[in-house]
């Protein structure tokens, strides 16, 4: 897992640890670095921040005789990827669910994204992590135009034993979502997740209907799912669903495939909204809580 993207930030290190401090030896090995990590997916807005803060923070900085310069160029590196990936908005996930639920209302988390990015089986996923804390969940089918839409979902909520609300081929998205909240709050049930068609981030129409399913519902949390694997094409989608409809939190899927991990680090930044979980794998327990420290231990390892 983002085995290239490792192999370039310990290049950058080893580089810069063997180099006096200085403008002149830092620009053309921070400059051939950011290529390296638009390669990795990086966006360009984000390379090009990471290798400036780099440059303003190291250069001039005198080591002492009895100083590691790897670990210094290491924290200074570990610090920018932080703040890259930290926003001001935090999604407490579990604690959002159990306000509601003190109220008795359920908990409504509305999914989008395009086509093949894994959102119907992410949902699935989410149901499962939901229900192993103990937490009911009901399924809304919004998605009522692909064909085989309505019958995937459903196929995964016959495997995981809950409801699952649907309307016919056609129906008006918006009021299944609507029926799955009522249903919710007459059963007691605590999170709604509601799917939707997935649509390309440039189609108006389908973006505006979108629009309207979110209008309609009031959803408490809508929730972005990305493929890692698209590289910088995942953070276009980020920009345009966000300036389209507002996203609260992001899950990246098959990260577990992707031996690049620009995606990962790009779509907070442009976005400033969290990535709540990432997909590592096809099983339902395959869906892990995002921890920016951890990645970036990982990726500096």
Do not use: W
């Amino acid at each position: 897992m983002f085995d290239r993207l490792k192999k370039g930030l310990s290049g950058l290190i080893n580089k810069i640890t063997t180099t006096e401090l200085k403008a002149e030896n830092l620009q053309p090995i921070l400059s051939e670095f950011k290529l390296e990590l638009v390669e990795n997916d990086v966006a360009l807005q984000v390379a090009d921040r990471i290798c400036s803060e780099l440059e303003k923070r190291l250069e001039g900085v005198q080591v002492k005789r009895t100083e590691d310069k790897k670990k210094i160029v290491k924290r200074a590196l570990k610090e920018i990827l932080l703040e890259i990936m930290l926003t001001n908005e935090r999604v407490d996930f579990l604690r959002s669910i159990d306000e509601k639920r003190k109220k008795k209302e359920p908990f409504t988390i509305l999914f989008v994204g395009i086509n093949g990015t894994g959102k119907t089986t992410t949902i699935a996923k989410v149901a499962r992590f939901l229900m192993s804390r103990d937490y009911t969940v009901v399924m809304a089918c919004s998605d009522t135009y692909r064909a085989g839409s309505i019958e995937q979902l459903e196929t995964h909520a016959k495997k995981l034993g809950i409801r699952m609300i649907r309307h016919n081929y056609g129906a008006d998205p918006a009021a299944v979502a609507y029926d799955a909240i009522n249903h919710a709050k007459a059963n007691g049930i605590h999170v709604v997740l509601i799917d939707t068609a997935g649509r390309m981030q440039t189609n108006r129409n389908l973006m505006d209907e979108l629009a309207k399913i979110k209008r309609v519902v009031k959803p408490d949390l809508t929730i972005l799912t990305i493929d890692s694997l698209t590289g910088n094409d995942a953070v276009m989608q980020a920009e345009e669903f966000h300036k389209s409809i507002g996203i609260d939190a992001i899950i990246l899927t098959k990260v577990d495939a992707d031996v690049k991990g620009g995606s990962a680090i790009s779509v907070t930044y442009v976005t400033k909204k969290p990535i709540l979980f990432v997909g590592v794998g096809q099983k339902y327990e395959d869906l892990e809580e995002f921890k920016p420290e951890k990645f970036v231990n990982m990726i500096l390892k």
